[in-house]
């Protein structure tokens, strides 16, 4: 068995970030999303895997490499265009050859893995299975209808849902669905749409089975739901203090201080993560906050929030507090408050920032 990983996209939903970088590639609690996928592939038993690459395949393939840090052998596989997922399927089939496997969409994470949905594909030997939650909002996503153990419907966010059961993004097929995605058409959008594609096997009498996650789980894809990963993410982890806090520092309930952080009178409170060589002075910060490596914090109170590397967020310690809440701020961002007159907000901003000022 093989794994499909798709990390193409333009994830216009997280702009201005994902002009400059994949959004696959930002971090949650300091990780970039496409590793846990590539994790959860691993765990499941998996070892080859092919990653469907787009305009951004340099840094995907900088970034997670061939593999090996996870035991793994990665194939990357240009897609020409972010056509669908079904035609995305169909880029790939010279890779998967005549074996079943997994593909996953790579901003999905998955608080329990798909071990459970491997094995009982391997155990049920269906032509597919589809991963389902239940969700209070399913006209947002694909919606499954079920009748007698078997998925007899889907519905791409259906006005009036059916049912409650909304597609993760996480399916098991054999060789048969390059069939159905050959004999489908493209959608309104232009795309070939895995949903028709799995519609065209139930039509044609091909088995496809449900499998029922019970753990959360998170598509990426909008900043609240990776600010949302993040907090889910983080509550997870247990302390671990490696870099240099002075005495005049706090440390409250669970958090992650790696090598070469240095933080000088400062209050962290977790679940945290602060990244390698990252340096806090003056700064308070709250719970469910991620700052990555290299970055520098300094009068400033931050919660809520994932900071990407390389990132300088500072207050003169005169002025009254400077405050951030529920953000995502990008790689090499600088934030300062300016002492210069005549006093303004002084700007630069790319294409779809959005900034809330007091």
């Keep these: 068995m093989k794994g499909l990983v798709l990390s193409g996209g333009e994830g216009t939903r997280l702009r201005p970030i994902t002009h400059t970088s994949a959004k696959q590639l930002i971090p949650v609690a300091n990780k970039p999303v496409l590793f846990y996928g590539l994790e959860a592939i691993r765990d499941a038993g998996i070892t080859e895997v092919g990653i469907i690459v787009g305009d951004t395949w340099q840094e995907i393939q900088e970034e997670a490499g061939d593999g090996s840090r996870w035991g793994l052998k990665i194939t990357y596989i240009r897609q020409e265009a972010p056509l669908g997922l079904a035609h995305a399927v169909l880029t790939a089939e010279a890779f998967i050859g005549d074996e079943p496997f997994v593909m996953y969409l790579g901003d999905n994470i998955l608080k ?4 459970d949905l491997v094995d009982e594909f391997r155990n049920k030997r269906p032509n597919s299975q589809i991963q389902l939650v239940s969700v209070p909002n399913p006209s947002q996503f694909g919606v499954a209808m079920l009748q007698d153990g078997n998925v007899v ?17 996480v399916y098991m097929f054999d060789p048969n669905i390059f069939k159905a995605a050959k ?11 895995i949903t028709d594609a799995i519609q065209w096997l139930i039509d044609n009498e091909y088995k496809v089975v449900p499998h029922l996650v019970t ?32 005495e005049g520092s706090t440390i409250q309930f669970r958090v992650i201080i790696e090598k070469g952080a240095e933080i000088r009178n400062s209050v962290i409170r977790g679940p945290a993560i602060i990244g390698a060589r990252t340096v806090l002075r003056n700064a308070y910060v709250g719970p469910f ?52 007159k005549p006093k303004a907000h002084r700007l630069l901003l790319g294409d779809s920032s959005k900034v809330e000022l007091l």
């Design 289 to 340: 906050t991620s700052i990555d490596a290299n970055c520098r914090v300094e009068n400033v109170e931050i919660q809520h929030s994932i900071v990407c590397e390389n990132s300088v967020i500072t207050d003169h310690p005169a002025q009254r507090t400077f405050r951030i809440e529920d953000s995502l701020i990008g790689t090499n961002v600088e934030i300062s408050r300016t002492t210069r």
């Design 215 to 246: 753990g959360w789980w998170k598509d990426t894809g909008k900043l609240e739901d990776m600010l949302e990963a993040n907090r889910l993410i983080l509550d997870t982890i247990e302390e671990r203090i490696e870099g240099d806090v002075d």
């Design 183 to 193: 004999a489908i058409k493209p959608s309104r959008r232009n795309e070939l749409e």
């Design 112 to 115: 329990d893995g798909i071990k």
């Design 153 to 169: 419907r889907l519905e791409e966010k259906p006005k009036r849902p059916k049912s409650d059961l909304a597609l993760t993004g």
